[in-house]
């Protein structure tokens, strides 16, 4: 394991197991002898993925977030923190006038649950403020007190909605408006709603307003008489609940006038009249529900309020547009379109699935505007692919601006202020840009921490378990390594990350632990090919002591998601203890010519390994291998080495261009030093070749060989063969041959061959291929998908059209070519082809 340079000999060191402070505790993973397994709620919350993404269920299942239309914003209050004058503040309630500790009651869900004001404590005492923990788009507000039996609801009372901002005067209070209003005394109701009606200007149909934090206040109550009983019942009461008695004189009339205690005992039997016994008023607020537009996206998706972005030339400077406060705001410049600046860009972390966008402002909206949205997709140049809606005008001086659209999948959103009066002053000012949408996350990635292994050891398959929706699946990727980094993280005494001078200059004895962040070494692999379906084979460098996976939720359909229950990594005793390999040359190649070259391959054995009796060479250039030699012998004497092919060995070769070695018996001797020299060409600036190590008794055992010293005789360490391409284009010579060919099956010239070079490009492409008469229609399509589109590729014409019908005779266009990420020249070719008969 390579060691970071600096030395710290006397200082306290914690070691950060894994990629972020997270991991320090929870590994993300348990190792098991023969497996890894991540299948609890604290495996996958040790994982990373984008804020708000996922949801992670107390069974230990994993799937993407739905986002939801017309919630109750009360619920997941608690969820949501902000920062406000310096202190970060979390959701719930905000204060209440008595019994404050049972204020969480009323926004539990819980019907059975509630709060109660004390009721020895004044009126003016009995109320109750709530913070919802971002600002809401507030349709209406349902209160619901205890069910009969359990408690009263208030005689009178009133609902109040703030959206969290707070008056310039003096005293500094919020402002309020009243959404509900109950004057006439109520005994019986339990269940009000009240609509949120706009309370600013806004476009028509507009509905609900801006909330943030909802106070609840009684304007009356009876008290001690909150009901009438029985004295029967009466007795049986708490103290707390035994209510008032009261005593009434009976006239000559028969009127019944109320009297002290003390006058209706000393009042003869006769003009004694009822004594009336009352249960003491129990006012509880069970429920305070806060119904709102749905989801806002942009909240969800950040724990603390991460700043929007503002892009000016190549810097960026953060702004509060997305901290889900009203009552911050910043001023927006004119988006500049030469310099393509000043936008207000959102990143969601992932995909989902929206239908509308609102603007909020407090005050002074922009004047016109114009909104822009993205999947995240790219063009050729490597530019996100935007839609733009039209521009905007907002004369009206509207607060609350709405975009929507069919919904659709969306990760950026951007907000382009644009100049409505030329040589007008006007000013903009954005508080939140909120998204909303319905349905499951469409992609959730998620990165496991560092997995340490214990030691090298050879992972054979990749397997996983869960619940998936037809269009829903799983993709898992992997890497691995065998060398770390450790990066020191420094502290101060408030837990502050400083710079390690700062550190330096704190007293020894009261400086905290350096932090060791563990990251991937110089050894490591690229992430894999991705994993398509459970039980495949592993794909990454084997064997191996740190691996890394990464896991993709992925759905089209909003309605449906991926539920991962459980992944496992499998290993098997590697075939070997170490397979070192080496090439030679690896520079000055030439591409596109043939090039003889040497692998040597250096295995190390321990008295377990079972060794191995197939070696498998392959190219990241799509060409032929053409076996020369391969001999076996000490490192110092090869030249004098036992030759093995031509000799015991068989070599095979299959379409996809892998050439094979394979021995009559296992190979365990760790003195031999094994050379097989080969021909073939590269494309690729740096082509890459691998040598896999297999046996036939484990067919689900491969062992990939690492680049390393496996011998004196050169100094490459590498299997990586360097080609200077500056001079080439990605589409080489295309042939075709023969130039006239006969279809009509005689087994002589039936069929065109055409052959293409292609260079440069990276993994898998189309190759575009179409055979056109001479009035330019299309007669068939010969195009296919290609895992290596740098080498050689031949396509075959039979004479036939799209349906299998011979075409006449005649000259023909062959239009041959390959599909690139990025406009590129030299990509596209036409040739001839004659079809005679």
Do not use: C
């Not at 377990?608 to 009796?613: A, H, I, L």
């Amino acid at each position: 394991m390579k060691e970071h340079p600096t030395r710290f000999p006397s200082a306290k060191i914690l070691l950060l197991l894994g990629l972020g402070t997270g991991a320090l505790a929870q590994e993300g993973y348990r190792l098991l002898p023969n497996q890894v397994v991540v299948d609890s709620a604290a495996h996958w919350q040790a994982w990373t993925a984008p804020e708000g993404a996922r949801v992670i269920l107390p069974n230990g299942e994993v799937e993407p977030r739905l986002v939801q239309r017309q919630l109750n914003a009360a619920l997941d209050a608690g969820l949501f923190r902000y920062i406000n004058e310096g202190d970060t503040l979390t959701g719930g309630v905000r204060a209440a006038g008595s019994n404050p500790e049972a204020g969480s009651l009323a926004m539990d869900g819980d019907p059975a649950t509630f709060w109660e004001p004390d009721p020895l404590a004044p009126l003016e005492r009995w109320w109750l403020e709530l913070d919802l923990g971002r600002a809401v788009i507030a349709q209406h507000v349902r209160v619901r007190f205890a069910d009969e039996g359990q408690g009263d609801p208030f005689l009178k009372f009133r609902v109040l909605i703030s959206d969290g901002r707070i008056a310039l005067t003096e005293a500094r209070n919020r402002e309020f408006f009243r959404v509900g209003l109950v004057t006439e005394p109520n005994k019986d109701q339990r269940e009000y709603e009240f609509e949120v009606p706009p309370q600013r200007p806004a476009a028509p149909g507009t509905t609900g307003e801006v909330a943030q934090i909802l106070r609840f206040e009684a304007l009356g109550s009876d008290g001690v008489r909150g009901r009438q009983v029985d004295p029967a019942v009466y007795t049986r009461l708490d103290s707390i609940d035994q209510g008032a008695i009261d005593y009434f004189r009976r006239t000559s009339s028969g009127r019944q006038i109320q009297v002290e205690q003390e006058i209706y005992e000393a009042l003869p039997a006769r003009e004694q009249g009822e004594v009336r016994y009352f249960r003491r008023e129990r006012p509880r607020l069970a429920e305070v529900e806060v119904y709102t537009t749905g989801d806002e996206v942009v909240r969800l998706t950040r724990s603390l309020p991460r700043a929007g972005v503002i892009r000016v030339g190549t810097t960026k400077r953060t702004r509060e547009v997305e901290d889900g406060i009203f009552s911050t705001f910043r001023s927006l410049l004119e988006y500049d379109p030469i310099k393509n600046e000043n936008q207000v860009e959102v990143d969601l972390g992932t995909r989902y699935w929206l239908d509308r966008i609102l603007l909020l402002s407090p005050g002074q909206p922009p004047p016109a505007y114009q909104v822009r949205i993205s999947d995240g997709s790219l063009d050729p140049s490597g530019e996100k692919i935007w839609r733009a809606f039209e521009e905007r005008q907002n004369r009206e001086v509207f607060v609350r601006l709405e975009e929507t659209f069919p919904l659709q999948q969306v990760r950026f959103v951007e907000v382009r202020r644009l100049k409505l009066d030329a040589g007008k002053r006007e000013n903009a000012n954005l508080s939140e840009v909120q998204v909303y949408g319905e349905g499951y996350a469409s992609e959730v990635v998620m990165t496991s921490p560092l997995i340490r292994l214990g030691r090298r050891r050879l992972l054979s398959t990749l397997s996983w378990e869960g619940q998936f929706s037809p269009g829903a699946r799983v993709e898992v990727r992997t890497r691995s390594g065998d060398e770390l980094i450790h990066i020191p993280h420094y502290f101060n005494e408030r837990g502050v990350e400083v710079t390690k001078n700062t550190w330096d200059k704190i007293a020894e004895a009261e400086r905290p632990a350096i932090v060791f962040e563990d990251q991937p070494g110089a050894d490591w692999s690229n992430w894999s090919p991705s994993y398509l379906e459970s039980g495949e084979p592993f794909k990454s460098p084997n064997p191996r002591q740190y691996l890394l996976a990464e896991v993709r939720l992925l759905s089209d359909d909003p309605e449906r998601a991926a539920r991962l229950r459980r992944l496992q990594l499998h290993f098997d005793p590697p075939l070997v203890e170490q397979a070192l390999a080496e090439l030679w040359p690896t520079e000055g190649v030439k591409p596109g010519e043939e090039q003889e070259f040497i692998l040597y391959l250096q295995p190390l054995f321990t008295g377990t390994n079972p060794g191995f009796d197939r070696i498998e060479l392959r190219s990241s250039s799509s060409a032929p291998i053409e076996l020369v030699s391969v001999r076996a012998g000490q490192d110092e004497r090869l030249n004098r080495s036992r030759q093995l092919w031509p000799g015991a060995l068989q070599s095979e070769t299959s379409p996809e261009g892998t050439l094979s070695l394979v021995f009559p018996q296992a190979a365990s001797r760790s003195d031999l030093l094994y050379a097989i020299r080969f021909r073939t060409r590269v494309f690729l600036g740096n082509t890459v070749f691998g040598a896999q190590l297999r046996r036939r008794a484990q067919p689900g055992v491969v062992q990939e060989a690492a680049a390393g010293e496996a011998t004196s005789l050169v100094a490459s360490q590498s299997l990586v063969a360097r080609a200077d391409l500056q001079q080439t284009t990605p589409l080489g010579k295309v042939a075709v041959t023969p130039p006239v060919f006969t279809p009509n099956g005689d087994g002589i010239n039936d069929q065109a061959a055409i052959d293409l070079e292609v260079f440069v490009l990276e993994g898998p492409k189309r190759i575009a291929a179409g055979i056109y008469n001479l009035a330019g229609q299309q007669v068939r399509d010969l195009s296919l998908e290609v895992p290596r589109a740098s080498g050689l590729h031949r396509l075959v014409w039979d004479g036939r059209d799209q349906q299998g019908v011979l075409q006449p005779p005649g000259l023909y266009l062959v239009r041959a070519g390959i599909d690139t990420d990025a406009a590129r020249s030299h990509t596209e070719v036409v040739r001839l082809v004659g079809v005679a008969y």
